[in-house]
């Protein structure tokens, strides 16, 4: 009983590091760096839960509910309130609290979604949250270099990539060996330790990758939608079909 309940450990606590981010962001703590910190950990936890989950055979369906509750407080609620503390609070009320709401909103349907329609073997339909979130928070540290605009901008963009019908790369089914479940604590515990030295230059370095998988589906979905690219796919298409085919 207790080796079935690891994995909600961890996503206790991803929801945990989610909770504890939206406090860094209250003005009298005023840690954004920390936070969005908290939210890079927050996925690490999310990434982890499932995989243990599969190595130990302990997958069920209350584990898949509070994964989805955890993540809609740890990469919805949290980074929106942290763009908002370092961005957003200067602007009129009614545009700042109804793009910062949006954010979450669209991520809780992004994944009420994903619980009940199957998506394609090795993607995911919609930016996933975990992802949308990390690039918000750690966006929101760049706060002095990009204009407010901009931010605004990028997080209706990034709640719509969500809902959106946008293919992106499924890395989840990489999975953990039993044996190697051990590992896992000790990876956890290098990650806190390093995301509590260096939450300032850690969480901009993670924007990057972060940033890059989320342009990567928006860019295939471009080259879908052009026109020489989709005249291209149908030639391949029925290219395959005809050696299927001959090979019959």
Same mark, same amino acid.
């Given at each position: 009983? &207790?080796?079935?309940? #690891? !994995?909600?450990?961890?996503? =206790?606590?991803?929801?945990?590091?989610?909770?504890?981010?939206? $406090?860094? %962001?209250?003005?009298?703590?005023?840690?954004?760096?920390?936070?969005?910190?908290?939210?890079?950990?927050?996925?690490?936890?999310?990434?982890?839960?499932?995989?243990?989950?599969?190595?130990?055979?302990?997958?069920?369906?209350?584990?898949?509910?509070?994964?989805?509750?955890?993540?809609?407080?740890?990469?919805?609620?949290?980074?929106?309130?942290?763009?908002?503390?370092?961005?957003?609070?200067?602007?009129?009320?009614?545009?700042?609290?109804?793009?910062?709401?949006?954010?979450?909103?669209?991520?809780?349907?992004?994944?009420?979604?994903?619980?009940?329609?199957?998506?394609?073997?090795?993607?995911? &339909?919609?930016?996933? #949250? !975990?992802?949308?979130?990390? =690039?918000?928070?750690?966006?929101?540290?760049?706060?002095?270099? $990009?204009? %407010?605009?901009?931010?605004?901008?990028?997080?209706?963009?990034?709640?719509?990539?969500?809902?959106?019908?946008?293919?992106?790369?499924?890395?989840?089914?990489?999975?953990?060996?039993?044996?190697?479940?051990?590992?896992?604590?000790?990876?956890?515990?290098?990650?806190?330790?390093?995301?509590?030295?260096?939450?300032?230059?850690?969480?901009?370095?993670?924007?990057?990758?972060?940033?890059?998988?989320?342009?990567?589906?928006?860019?295939?979905?471009?080259?879908?939608?052009?026109?020489?690219?989709?005249?291209?796919?149908?030639?391949?298409?029925?290219?395959?079909?005809?050696?299927?085919?001959?090979?019959?």
């Amino acid at each position: 009983m &207790i080796l079935k309940s #690891i !994995p909600s450990l961890f996503t =206790v606590a991803n929801l945990f590091l989610g909770i504890v981010a939206i $406090i860094l %962001v209250f003005p009298e703590n005023a840690k954004p760096e920390v936070a969005a910190m908290m939210v890079i950990i927050a996925m690490l936890m999310d990434g982890v839960d499932g995989r243990v989950a599969r190595a130990l055979n302990a997958q069920s369906e209350f584990g898949k509910e509070l994964d989805s509750l955890s993540d809609v407080i740890s990469f919805g609620v949290a980074p929106a309130f942290i763009m908002y503390s370092v961005a957003f609070q200067e602007l009129t009320a009614a545009p700042a609290w109804i793009i910062t709401a949006l954010f979450p909103i669209c991520g809780a349907l992004r994944l009420a979604r994903f619980n009940v329609v199957s998506g394609m073997p090795g993607y995911f &339909i919609g930016l996933p #949250i !975990p992802a949308a979130g990390g =690039v918000l928070a750690t966006l929101a540290l760049f706060h002095k270099d $990009i204009a %407010v605009p901009v931010l605004l901008v990028s997080t209706l963009v990034l709640a719509f990539l969500m809902v959106s019908t946008i293919k992106y790369p499924n890395f989840k089914k990489v999975g953990i060996p039993k044996n190697a479940i051990w590992v896992v604590p000790i990876i956890v515990v290098i990650a806190v330790i390093l995301g509590i030295l260096f939450p300032h230059h850690l969480s901009k370095i993670i924007f990057v990758p972060l940033v890059l998988y989320a342009l990567y589906g928006l860019k295939k979905n471009v080259d879908r939608r052009l026109p020489g690219r989709k005249r291209k796919r149908r030639m391949k298409e029925a290219k395959l079909q005809e050696e299927a085919e001959h090979s019959a």
